[in-house]
């Protein structure tokens, strides 16, 4: 049994007791459970059935003295964060000299446990199948798909507006292409496993019952190397480097995820391989922004050009487009070019483009004294409401009323206002 059961199991809980309860009383709950449980009171019942392998686990380990002892120190350490680091069987992603192990390759996607329940309680109910030394009617371990890689894959702003077909780098295990995966020496082949008979269970008797579990002369998987493959010493694996194409369709979005079926890990005992989800990166663009399939520019113009209107030549993703400019327009005015955005399979986006008027920061004398003289031409006021405002206050009757304001909250002088008043 692995340490990642002894660490995800809660064997108390499965049999309804505690860490303080007698294995007196274990054993009692245990025989209650198993006579409501065992298939043959529950034919076609794949709940009872699984409820009944679990509750055979915890009594494996829970009766047995020294088995509950080392059970109780793992999950203490385990608590405690002894195993932070990381352990052998937790699954997930190798670390460095390690390899990666999938508990379902120890049951063959059969599930865990006590294997085929035939053999379990056989004695007890009669009639259940013998517990002798052998397999049993156990199931060979079968084929098991490979686990998923997840990757990151950055691209370029105009390659994700556009699409792209991108290489993509990949290190880790792969099927060793000197045994092709079978593990063996070339010339040779895996034999059945003479323990359990190829079906990667042993049957062994606790007391008056009988229970199957992993063979572990061949870990459950129902074969034996006798000449391991000099590469990958046996495990069918190396690592590798490889390269994969990825099509990014148009339109792709920065955060979005594709799915490359069959480019993931490779399966076990002939098992599909898994699937590689390569998640997209898009990087900015000096110019265009994005929002949605609509691509954004910023566009500064002149007061000149704001005031008397012009005709502007903005680039698009692809082209120049002329962008007539009204007299009067108004700083932070968005102007739309539409079918110049980004393209996808449910239409074509716009461009959408904010007109920004710059204001100048260093004026030769000419300019200066042409503004001068403007400014003293110019009629209209820009701030009509506010210079509103400001003459309804210079109104005697105004003056009276803010006079009275002033005096009645003179108190709150200390909040801070510092700003002059005129």
């Known amino acids: ?75 203490e350490l385990f608590a405690g964060g002894a195993y932070r680091g990381g352990f052998p069987g937790a699954g997930g992603s190798a670390g460095p000299g390690g390899g990666s192990f999938d508990v379902s390759d120890l049951f063959g996607n059969n599930g865990g446990g006590a294997g085929n329940l035939g053999d379990l309680f056989g004695g007890l109910f009669g009639g259940a199948g013998a517990t002798g030394g052998g397999a049993g009617r156990q199931r060979p371990a079968t084929p098991a798909r490979g686990q998923d890689v997840n990757a990151q894959l950055s691209l370029g702003f105009e390659e994700a507006v556009r699409g792209a077909t991108l290489p993509l780098q990949l290190s880790g295990p792969g099927a060793c292409q000197t045994c092709h995966g079978s593990g063996a020496k070339p010339g040779t082949a895996p034999s059945q496993c003479p323990q359990c008979g190829g079906s990667g269970y042993v049957s062994r008797n606790q007391g008056a019952f009988g229970f199957s579990e992993p063979c572990r002369d061949c870990q459950g998987t129902g074969r034996v190397i006798d000449s391991p493959c000099p ?22 979005r920065d955060g979005s995820k594709l799915r490359v079926a069959g480019k993931g890990m490779p399966g076990s005992r002939g098992g599909p391989a898994g699937d590689l989800f390569v998640t997209v990166n898009v990087g900015p663009h000096p110019i265009f922004g994005r929002k949605g399939d609509d691509l954004t520019l910023t566009v500064p113009v002149s007061f000149a050009e704001a005031t008397l209107g012009a005709t502007l030549r903005v680039p698009t993703l692809d082209s120049t487009v002329a962008l007539k400019l009204a007299p009067g327009t108004a700083s932070g005015r968005t102007l739309r070019v539409r079918g110049r955005g980004v393209s996808t399979k449910s239409g074509s986006g716009d461009l959408l483009v904010t007109v920004e008027v710059a204001v100048p920061t260093s004026l030769t004398d000419a300019e200066r004294a042409a503004l001068t003289a403007y400014a003293e031409l110019a009629t209209e006021d820009p701030r009509p409401q506010i210079s509103a405002v400001l003459a309804a206050r210079a109104t005697p009757a105004a003056a009276n009323s803010a006079a009275n304001s002033g005096a009645n909250s003179s108190a709150n002088s200390a909040d801070g206002f510092t700003g002059a008043e005129s």
């Open 1 to 75: 049994m692995s340490t990642k059961d002894w660490l995800e199991k809660d064997y108390y809980k499965a049999l309804g007791v505690d860490k303080k309860t007698p294995t007196a009383d274990i054993k009692k709950a245990y025989r209650k459970l198993a006579r409501e449980l065992h298939p043959d009171k529950n034919p076609d019942n794949a709940k009872a059935e699984a409820r009944f392998k679990e509750v055979s686990e915890a009594y494996d380990v829970l009766s047995d003295d020294a088995k509950r002892r080392e059970y109780d120190e793992q999950r």
């Open 231 to 252: 590469d990958c010493r046996g495990t069918g694996a190396t690592n590798q480097t490889r390269t994969i194409t990825v099509r990014v369709p148009a339109g792709i």
